[in-house]
C-alpha cells in the first residue's frame, strides 16, 4: 500500500450540489439508489478531468448519465472506484449498487447490530454505500429514503427533517428526511430498527424549539436520563462560552452496543457507542458518567466546529478534533472541578501521547503522510490537537480567543478548510503573530523545556534561563524551536506567591503569568525579589511539554503543600513520586531492598491529612503512575521491576499511613444515597483510593472492608472499586463470580468485569484472558469487548503482556490476525502494543520482533495493521 500525501491535495475535479438516496433495506442485501447533480469544479487545474468516484466492496446494478443508461464502455470500474472519462460540466448522474450489511463486519459504512442498521462513515465509510465524490471537501444537500419493513425496522432515521413517511406493498414502510445544510459524505448517517425513545425539548437563546431524542434498544431507555441533560447542558454552554446555537428542529443521539470508536456527529444524527449514553447510577461508575457528560458535549459541540466548518482533507482532522476536544475540556471545567479535570488530562496525554510521540508511530497533529486514515484518529491528533488549541487561549487571553473563533466562524462557515485557516483567524482577530506558532502542527515529539534559576541577592533580581529541544521522530531529524507559553509563578518561603515584575516593567504583577518562549535559549529576569524564591513552572500545564528543573526534594514538598496552582501541587507530588520509583526499578533490577523514603511518606502523609483540599485532589496526588507510563521514564525497559517497584510502593504506603487511610476511609464511608455532583465524586473518589491501598495489606480485616462495600454499594463506583480490592487476592473469586451472575445481562458491565480480570495482577495472564475470550459475554466481533478484555490486557497490564516466555506475543499476533479478518481498524488499535518494542530487554525484543514479523508477512493483511507493523518495523 502506497501513502498518501498532504503536499499532493488538489481540489476536486467535480462538485455535488445535491444527492438524492434512496435505501430499500432487507435481510440479505440492501440496495441503494443515488441521484447526484454534479458539476465541474472550476478550481480543478484540468478542465477535461475524468469523474473519478470512490467506492468499495459495491456491486454496481446500474449507471445512468443524464437520463440514459450507460453501457460497460462508457465506464471503468476497480476495487475501488468508478470513473468516467468522458463527462459533460454539468451532469445528473443515477447509480444504483447493492450491499451486504449483514454480512459488514467492519463497522464501517452500512451495518447490523442486534438486527438493526446502523451507519459509521467517518472517515471513509460512505464509499461503501454507494460511488460518491467521499471526500471532505465537497459538501452536498441530502435527501434520503428509507424503505424497509415495518415490523423489523420500525423507525426509520437519517439526518436533518423528516419531510414524509408512508406504507408500500409486502408489508413495508418508507421515511423521507431532507438535511438543509450542505455537508461531506462522511456526516451521512442512517438508522433502521426496533428502537425506543427519551424524548426532551431545548429552547435556543434565540428562541427556537428543538426536539430531542435518545434512540436506545427498548431495555436500555431507564439509562438515557444522564446523557439527556448532559446534552442541555452543553447546548447551554455553547451558547453562552461562544455564542453558538444549534440549527435545526431535531437533535438525535441513537446507542449501539458494535461501534469501533466513542461516537459519531452526524449532521442532527449523532450516533454514539453505548458506553457514551447509557448510566444508571448502578450500572455506571462517575468515571462512565464523566465520560458520558464529556462525549455528549464533544458530539454537539462538532455542530459547529466540524460540521458547520469542516475540514479540507483528513490531514486536516485536528482541526476539528484538537478544537473538539479542547472545548469539551472547557464545559467539563466548567460542570465539575476545573483543577481535577486538567490534571486528568495531562495524565491522559502523558501516558498515551507522550508514548505515541517517542514511538514509530509519532506524527504532528497534522500529519504530512497516512496509509490508512483510520490509523490517525490518534491521542496526538485529538489530545495534543487540544493542548495546542489551548496554547491560543494562553497566549491570547479568553477574550482574545473568542474574537479568533468568532472571525474563523464569520470567515468559513459552510466551508471545508485548514489549519492554516484556524490559525489565521486566531493571529487576524487579536493582530498577534502566529507564524512560529505553525510548528506546533508541522514537528512531531514532545519538546523538553530546562529551566534553570539563579538568584542574586545583592540586585535582589531572579534570571531564569528556559532552553527547548525537541527529539528527532521518524522522517524528522532537525527540529526548529517552538512558540511555548510558559505560564509561572515565583513561591516565597512560607510557599506564597511573590509579585511578578520582570526587568523594564513598571509595576509588579500578584499570581501567575505567561512568558512568550520562542528561541533555543532565552532568559527572563524578575527584579525586586526579595528572597531567593522556589519556581512554579508550567502552571495548569500550560504547554503539552517535558519540564526539567533541579527541584530539591524540600522545594518539592513546599510546593506540594501550598503551590497556588493546583496543576503545580499534584506535578511536585508526582515528581518525588517518579524519583522515587525510579529508584525502587533500579534496585528491583539489582535484586535489593524496597524501601520508601521518610520524607516521601511524610509528604504523603500531610496531602493526607489536609483538610482544606479538594478529596478529588488528594485522591489524585495518592494515585501512582500508570505501569506504562513508568516504562516510558526507562531506556531500557523491564516490566518486572516496574511491577515490582510500583507494588512496592503501595504497599510500602498502605503500611506506613495505614491508620491515615482508615480515618479517611471512615470518614468518607457513609454518603447517603447516590448523586453524581463534583463534591460527591471526590468524597467517593478518596474513600475508594484509600481502600485500593488498605487492600494491599495482606489482613482479613482490610479484606472485609473491600468485602462489605462490594456487598453494600447501592452504586457502580463504589461496587467496581471494592471488587478492584478483591481481585487481587483468592477471595475476589467469589465476588467475581457474583458480580457476572448479578449483571450478565447489562454487556456494559460485563465489559468491567473483563477489564478488571484483564488487568489484575492475579488473574491477569495470557492463559486466563484467553479463557475468558470463551465467556459466552465474550464477541471478537465487538469492540467493546474486544477493547475490555484484550486490548486492556495488551495495553495496561505491563507485567502480564510482557511475560517472560514470549507467551503475550504470540497471543497478540494470533488474536490481531484474528480481528484483522473482521474488523481492520480494531485489529490495528491491537497492533498498538507493539509500538515500545524497541525499548524492552533483549530477550523480550527478540520475541516481540518475531511477532511483529510474523503479523508483517501474514497474506491478505489489511492496510490498517500493515501500517502499524510496517512502521514499527522499520
Ligand atoms: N469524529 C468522531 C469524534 O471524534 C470520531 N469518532 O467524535
Ligand atoms: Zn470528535
Redesign the pocket.
Known sequence: PQPIQLKDYTPPAFLIDKVDLTFDLDEDHSRVSSRLVLHRNPDHPDARAPLTLDGKELTLESVKLDGEILDGSRYQTDAESLTIAAMPDNAILEIVTVIHPETNTSLNGLYRSGGNFYTQC?AEGFRKITYYLDRPDVMARFTTTIVADKNKWPVLLSNGNRVGEGTLDRNRHWVKWVDPFKKPAYLFALVGGKLSRLADRYTTSSGREVALEIWVEPADLDKCDHAMASLKKSMLWDEQRFGLEYDLDTYMIVAVGDFN?????NKGLNIFNTKYVLARSDTATDVDFDGIEAVIA??YF?NWT?NRVTCRDWFQLSLK?GLTVFRDQEFSADMGSAPVQRIEAVRTLRTHQFAEDAGPMAHPIRPESYIEINNF?TVTVYEKGAEVVRMYQTLLGRDGFRRGMDLYFKRHDGQAVTCDDFRAAMADANDYDLNQFARWYSQAGTPTLSVRGQYDAAAASYTLTVSQTCPATPGQGEKLPMHIPLALGLLGPDGADLPLQLAGEQEALAGTRVLSVQEASQSFTFINVPVAPVPSLLRNFSAPVKLDFPYSRAQLALQMAHDSDAFCRWEAGQTMMLQDLQTLIEAARAGGELGLKDDFVSAMRQVLADDALDPALVALMLTLPAETYLADQQSEIDPDAIRAAREAMKLGLARALRSEFKAVYSRLQDQGAYRFDAQSVARRSLKNVALSYLAELDEPAMLELAEQQFARADNMTDSQAALTGLVNWAEGDAALAGFAAKWAEEALVMDKWFTLQAISRRLGTVAKVKALMQHPAFALTNPNKVRALVGAFLHSNLAGFHAADGSGYEFAADTILAVDKLNPQMAARLAGCFNRWKKLEPGRRAGMRSALERVAAHAGLSRDVYEIVSKNLQ
Do not use: F, K, L, P
Not at 470508536?261 to 456527529?265: D, L, Q
Open positions: 467517518e470508536m466513542g461516537a459519531m456527529e464533544h458530539e462538532h466540524g478534533e484518529y
